[in-house]
């Protein structure tokens, strides 16, 4: 079958449509700051339309229902480019971020909710365009909730194929009609977490404009914040909010619909969901220890400190309550390498996923057992049920796939020149897109002072994250286009 | 002195029985055995007072017997010849100890389905060289020894080096180990000493099967094969990335440069030690990653160098590569392949697993030593070359790294993390798994 191409660019048509509509959220809060950006905003919502309308009214309404497999994975692609490149407008237009490397980063943070910022100063941005910041986040959150539970399984990825049953997902043949059903599911449950955090936030003396922007970045786990402190300055209440708002948002979301249903047995039963609880736990109580014992926090600051950023980091959002590489050496290295654990599956976290690092590690105890007991079969289970062999084989790819980018792309990073820390932990977070790395793009920095050819591999791998690296790879092969 | 130890050393190792055993009791035998001999082995640095510290002395056997090289004496000076000796011979009956005791253990371990991880070696590039296993473990001994003798040859002749150090070398080299009286830097040495080195690194960390052939004149068969020329590349790419960064980061083009990355390269992959420092390499993150990152790889099996060895490097890679084809043409079939055998799917799983743990166990040991004071730097590359047991190479990451002032408990991580990493981890996580204890 020939690739529809026109197909594509009529769904790119919508979603720039969208695009548009959103940068028109934050002129209200420009209009009661006083701030100069509203033309500004205008005018990126008028271009981003425009191009969207002609894309989408060109093209016959039928085209939608010719978006097969190969379309899909184009569409899910390069939707974070086009996405990304217009997103760019509102910052450039109104002078906040002065080059497009700059403003592109920022935005495909944004979208692939990783939230990492090239801002030297995020309190002097608008605040029409800061809303847009947060929004990208929001936005980009819904997106990839749909595409982790109802798309990426379609294709055969994300893991979440083992849910199929309880989840009412795509039939194995039409991508387009049962995808909304499922979508819409899935945005009552984002939509009401949102409020929910927006509304305890405010309780806890927070304004509107702070809670919106910080709840928009909880649940989509982005991590932008308005503050150059990211969360330091609030009060524990808000920052304890916050940090479990992140572990709502890095928990799987069939899990809430099954909550919604009643299941709550299931729930509790679900061994990802132990996990993960388990992987924030026991670092949580080792930093804790670390903090108090090799520095000098109090015992409840410790813990504050510590569950705040193990949640944050391992729910891959990136909101920083300290400025981690002060803590001691042990604390921030533990960090680091949580940053290759990922969230739930299902949910907006990024990196390999809990899921994936818990069956892999069942079947390392089965090997080691049947090199005893060879005759002793049996099958990986999770949650009851056996992993067959492609889904073995999908988790073991994307774990080399994850640590080959990983090594290429801190070795290319540092051929330009950026230093060890940034390297590592620049290319980590983004992959991962969580968001602060190490060094000098800690939570106390930024990326700002990385060579502007890193800042575009950031934001290649920033996507490449988000699409669990598989689609674009996929794309980037030339048998993929034939025929 | 010494021949009491050498003696009751020998003697251990003749008590050793070697009736027929269960799958467990051999796996308890090795995990033993690598702790066991190397305390034996220390007994001669404690008897002759040179380390006073019994700790230190256990580590300087264990890091000879593992071939990893790191050392904790103070200064060498202070070791008389005969211990220096005895440092060295210890890494050369390490480096053959351990490829014996796999070929050996494999038909042990073979009963009907068995699926052991020493099995996997079996599948990689080895054709039975004789067809009895001690056989085998005979002509490798022998293969081995003609290898160094070569070398002890070529460094006396060529090199023009007394004839006590060329044995010092050629042990250190042979087996992969890297002690040296500088803490693994041997830029003093003669070029032509250099040379000679690098030439044995490379052939150590081949496949021994490998040598044999060479000997041979048969040099067909080794070129022709998957894991000679992988070997090959993950030398020649990283020596021409490197190549370049450095070049283009300090503006000049320089002979010696070169020759000392190709060396530093070499001898990292090899899982040796040795090094040759130079300040341009010190400044570049970049050389940093690279070198961090090759330290994980090591060479062929059935060579004395740790790591993650070629042959996996080729399954893992190739079996990711054939799952996205698969991902491409859903009806399309692509077998993993390794020198033209297909891979069984169980083979492939633990490889992964194998890999995976490695990774794990480097984790959690970069963690300890942290814990302990070291920088993050220090911490990660100290955990990866004791589990590789590369050694004196960590001196290419910080430069400023002294084994002997490291604290007690880093020089206990270390010093597991040695055994763990020579014996491939496997025989670690079974002894922790519960199935281990039962029945």
């Not at chain 2, 302990?372 to 590369?390: I, K, Y």
Request: aromatic share 16%.
């Amino acid at each position: 079958m020939r690739m529809q191409y026109k197909s594509i660019l009529k769904v790119v048509g919508i979603a720039l449509l969208f695009e548009g509509v959103f940068m028109l959220a934050g002129i209200p809060f420009s209009l009661y700051f006083n701030d100069t950006d509203i033309s500004a905003l205008l005018w990126s919502s008028f271009i981003t339309a425009i191009v969207g309308a002609l894309l989408y009214f060109s093209f016959p309404r039928q085209l939608l229902s010719a978006i097969g497999k190969r379309e899909g994975y184009v569409v899910v692609s390069i939707a974070w480019f086009v996405l990304g490149a217009f997103g760019a407008l509102p910052f450039l237009i109104s002078g906040s971020i002065s080059t497009f490397t700059d403003a592109f980063f920022e935005t495909v943070s944004g979208f692939s909710t990783t939230g990492a910022s090239i801002l030297t100063n995020v309190e002097a941005v608008p605040h029409g365009v800061l809303f847009w910041r947060s929004m990208t986040h929001w936005l980009g959150g819904l997106g990839i909730i749909v595409l982790a539970i109802a798309i990426l399984p379609f294709f055969g990825f994300g893991g979440m194929q083992l849910y199929a049953a309880e989840v009412p997902g795509p039939s194995k043949d039409k991508l387009h009609p049962r995808i909304k059903d499922t979508a819409r599911r899935l945005w009552v449950i984002y939509l009401f977490l949102t409020l929910a955090e927006v509304i305890m936030l405010l309780l806890g003396k927070m304004s509107l404009f702070d809670a919106l922007c910080h709840s928009f970045g909880t649940v989509a786990t982005g991590g932008f914040g308005v503050k150059n402190t990211s969360i330091a300055e609030y009060s524990p209440y808000i920052q304890y909010v916050i940090a479990f708002f992140m572990l709502f948002a890095g928990t799987n979301f069939a899990l809430y619909y099954q909550v919604g249903k009643g299941n709550f047995r299931k729930v509790f039963r679900d061994e990802e969901l132990r996990f993960y609880l388990g992987v924030v736990i026991v670092p949580t109580f080792i930093i804790t220890a670390l903090l108090y014992f090799q520095s000098d926090f109090t015992g409840s600051d410790a813990f504050r400190h510590s569950f705040f950023q193990v949640v944050s980091i391992i729910s891959c959002t990136g909101f920083a309550t300290a400025d981690y590489m002060i803590w001691p050496i042990p604390a921030w290295i533990m960090i680091f390498f949580l940053m290759f654990a990922g969230g739930m599956v299902g949910s907006t976290s990024g990196g390999i996923k809990m899921m994936r690092h818990l069956i892999l590690l069942k079947r390392i105890r089965m090997t080691v057992i049947r090199i005893l007991h060879p005759s002793a079969y049996s099958p990986v289970r999770f949650n009851g049920a056996p992993i067959g062999r492609e889904i073995l084989k999908n988790i073991v790819a994307i774990f080399i796939l994850y640590i080959l980018t990983f090594v290429i792309g801190s070795a290319t990073l540092a051929f330009m020149g950026v230093g060890i820390l940034e390297s590592f932990g620049g290319v980590a977070t983004c992959m991962g897109g969580i968001g602060p790395g190490l060094g000098s793009v800690g939570p106390a920095g930024n990326f700002s002072a990385i060579p502007d050819a890193g800042k575009w591999v950031l934001s290649f791998l920033m996507i490449l994250g988000r699409l669990e690296l598989l689609t674009i790879f996929i794309i980037l092969n030339p048998s993929f286009w034939k025929k | 002195m010494l021949t009491l130890m050498i003696g009751s050393l020998l003697l251990f190792i003749k008590r050793d029985p070697n009736d027929s055993l269960s799958k467990r009791d051999g796996f308890l035998i090795i995990a033993l055995a690598w702790v066991v001999v190397p305390l034996f082995g220390s007994l001669p640095f404690l008897f002759t007072d040179a380390i006073h510290n019994p700790l230190d002395a256990v580590f300087e056997s264990i890091s000879g017997f593992a071939t990893n090289g790191l050392s904790v004496v103070d200064a060498d000076t202070s070791l008389g010849f005969g211990l220096i000796f005895w440092r060295s011979i210890i890494q050369w009956i390490g480096g053959i100890g351990i490829i014996v005791f796999i070929i050996s253990f494999i038909p042990f371990f073979r009963t009907g389905q068995a699926q052991v991880f020493l099995y996997d070696m079996q599948d990689s590039s080895f054709d039975k060289l004789h067809p009895t296993v001690s056989g085998t473990a005979r002509r490798l001994i022998s293969i081995y020894t003609a290898t160094s003798l070569i070398m002890f040859a070529l460094l006396i002749l060529i090199a023009k080096m007394d004839w006590f150090n060329a044995a010092c070398y050629t042990f250190s080299t042979i087996s992969t180990g890297g002690f040296s009286l500088d803490q693994g830097n041997i830029s003093a040495l003669s070029h032509s000493s250099i040379w000679i080195i690098a030439l044995f690194m490379f052939v150590a960390g081949t496949n021994l099967y490998f040598v044999y052939y060479i000997l041979k004149i048969n040099i067909r068969k080794v070129l022709d094969n998957e894991e000679f020329k992988w070997y090959a590349m993950i030398i020649l790419l990283p020596v021409f990335l490197i190549v370049s960064e450095t070049f283009y980061r300090i503006n000049s083009f320089n002979f010696s440069i070169l020759g000392d990355i190709v060396f530093n390269v070499i001898s990292v992959i090899s899982t040796t030690g040795f090094y040759i420092g130079d300040a341009e390499f010190v400044a570049s993150s970049f050389w940093w990653i690279t070198i961090f990152c090759l330290m994980f790889l090591g060479s062929t099996a059935a060579s004395s160098s740790g790591g993650i060895n070629v042959y996996r490097q080729i399954v893992l890679w190739r079996a990711s590569v054939n799952y996205f084809k698969s991902v491409l043409h859903p009806n399309g079939i692509f077998p993993t392949k390794l020198n033209g055998k297909v891979v069984p799917d169980p083979m492939q799983l633990r490889i992964m697993g194998f890999f995976i743990l490695f990774l794990l166990v480097f984790v959690i040991g970069a963690f300890i030593i942290s814990l302990n004071g070291l920088g993050f730097q220090e911490s990660l590359s100290l955990s990866v070359c004791a589990l590789s047991n590369n050694g004196n190479a960590i001196h290419l990451l910080s430069s400023a790294f002294d084994a002997n002032a490291m604290h007690w408990g880093n020089k206990l991580v270390v010093m597991m993390l040695m055994i763990i990493g020579r014996l491939e981890i496997i025989p670690f996580m079974m002894i922790l798994s519960r199935t281990f204890w039962r029945r």
